[in-house]
């Protein structure tokens, strides 16, 4: 081979190479172009997710749609994600505007006021009159059950509108001072409160005389004792003048005398058993836990309305709701609602010394009892007062329900026990655009029923044992045809 011929394949392969990195050169330069307009232009990126987890929620379309009041959501130093997010909002409603805050040398306010520093990471949410700050913080949470960070950055904004936007938030009270459950138990409770924008309160009858003229609805938990007839007159006071109250009412196993109590849930003509409701279907019940009822809430029923899912609760130990005849209904003005029941195999045990999840002989039928229901009560041609009761108290709170050896769950995470109470609240507060499923973005908890669990069973044992043996049957009839 000689010299010229060796000097023609370098050139052409230095040629080649140029070309080659040139080429690179200009797909990166074309990249980092595109690249760079498709960030000024900010459009919106596609969710693929099946729950459409990186975008805006129908929930808060639905709040937000008809917002009339200019926000600026301004953001500093946050992550590309919650920028993309807020620009979804600003695409929803052309009242909200999103700015990205470059420093912080003409925010001194937000310095003197919140005690930001140029490392801070957050989202200040302004009106013409108020403003709220969301730090980095303020966007996750901790499910302590698993150890798993959640993301709640949605919620977050979206609620930090309302607050800016609302003039006027629902106040809710307690009613405290006889209570079964110690007020740590509805912290998770009171804190989803306060996120849909409400304010919420502790309230002692024996010390404020009254129920206030601002409470919006008024919650009344399981009694370990009875009420004061002082209370009791203050209570029947609250309702005749149009009050409105979520009931959440264990079945009263311990034979409490509740004379005074009784005379207040008299004026809506319901009583709570004795004794508690276990369920017979295996499709209605958390497996291996026949007193964990899951029933479906009505779904033509004022807490789901325009709903295209069905809302499940599910009620731990739950009683039976008494409701009188429907001529005393009449006689008293009411109208029952009822949102769950449970199933035509459920049965009703008042022997609390059994622990048998079957049926024994002293149990009684509790075909489709009711075991949340909505009655109103009409005071005058312009006055009413409504109440939405549970047969359960336990479900609305921040109890741990073990789900395996290692991890536990809180009751009020259960189904859709968090939604259930929500939506009691949004329509006692005559919020109804608030009725929802809302958007759920955490771990998935085992939470199957028992006819779930024995296809789920089947499918992990059998499957697997059926392979084994279609593979050893295949074997041994081709070592026969050899």
């Known amino acids: 081979m000689d010299n010229k011929f060796i000097q023609i394949i370098k050139n052409k392969w230095l040629r080649n190479m140029t070309l080659t990195l040139l080429l690179v050169g200009i797909i990166i330069c074309v990249y980092l172009v595109i690249n760079f307009a498709v960030e000024k232009a900010e459009i919106a990126d596609i969710d693929l997710t099946k729950e459409k987890l990186y975008s805006i929620s129908q929930q808060t379309e639905d709040k937000l749609r ?11 130093n946050m992550y590309d994600s919650v920028k993309e997010l807020a620009n979804q909002y600003a695409r929803l409603n052309e009242h909200i505007k999103v700015e990205k805050v470059e420093d912080l040398v003409s925010k001194t306010k937000w310095k003197t006021d919140y005690g930001v520093t140029e490392t801070s990471r957050f989202i200040v949410i302004t009106t013409q009159n108020r403003e709220k700050m969301l730090q980095e913080y303020d966007l996750y949470t901790m499910d302590y059950s698993t150890y798993q960070q959640i993301d709640i950055t949605e919620e977050a904004i979206t ?9 006027v938030k629902p106040k809710i009270y307690f009613l405290t001072g006889h209570n079964m459950y110690s007020n740590d138990y509805f912290q998770y409770l009171q804190n989803a409160f306060v996120e849909e924008v409400n304010e919420v309160a502790q309230l002692n009858l024996l010390t404020a005389g009254k129920v206030p003229d601002d409470c ?5 938990t399981a009694l370990k004792e009875d009420i004061k007839e002082m209370e009791k007159d203050r209570l029947i006071d609250y309702i ?21 109590f009784q005379k207040v849930l008299d004026e809506y003509g319901v009583s709570v058993s004795n004794g508690l409701i ?12 026949p007193n964990f009822v899951i029933s479906t809430i009505n779904n ?14 599910c009620l731990m130990n739950p009683g039976r709701l008494n409701i009188v005849s429907d001529d005393e209904l009449r006689a008293k003005n009411l109208t029952v ?8 195999k459920a049965f009703y045990r008042t022997d609390l010394q059994s622990s048998s999840q079957s049926r024994i002989s002293s149990d009684t039928d509790a075909n489709g009892a009711t075991v949340a229901a ?10 009413m007062s409504k109440v939405i009761i549970y047969t359960n108290t336990a479900f609305a709170t921040n109890m741990q329900i073990p789900v395996s050896q290692t991890y536990y769950t809180y009751a009020l995470d259960f189904s859709n026990n968090k939604d259930v109470i929500l939506n009691s609240i949004s329509y006692l507060t005559e919020r109804e655009d608030n009725i929802t499923i809302r958007k759920n973005i955490e771990a998935v908890n085992y939470e199957v029923t028992e006819t779930q669990n024995r296809i789920i069973l089947a499918i992990i044992f059998t499957v697997p044992v059926f392979i084994i043996i279609a593979g050893i049957v295949i074997w041994v009839l081709r070592r026969r045809k050899k």
Do not use: R
């Open 66 to 76: 008809n917002l009339d009041t200019d926000i600026t959501i301004s953001i500093y």
């Open 159 to 167: 609620n930090g509108i309302l607050d800016v936007t609302t003039t």
């Open 216 to 220: 919006n609805v008024l919650v009344i």
């Open 240 to 260: 005749k003048k149009g009050g409105e109250i979520l009931l959440l009412l264990d079945p009263n196993l311990d034979n409490i005398k509740l004379a005074n």
């Open 278 to 289: 276990i369920e017979g279907d295996s499709n209605k019940m958390v497996s291996g836990a």
């Open 300 to 313: 033509s029923s004022s807490i789901t309305k325009n709903m295209t899912m069905d809302l499940n609760v």
């Open 337 to 344: 609602e009822t949102l769950a029941t449970v199933s035509d």
């Open 374 to 383: 909505m009655i109103t009560k009409q005071i005058n041609e312009n006055t």
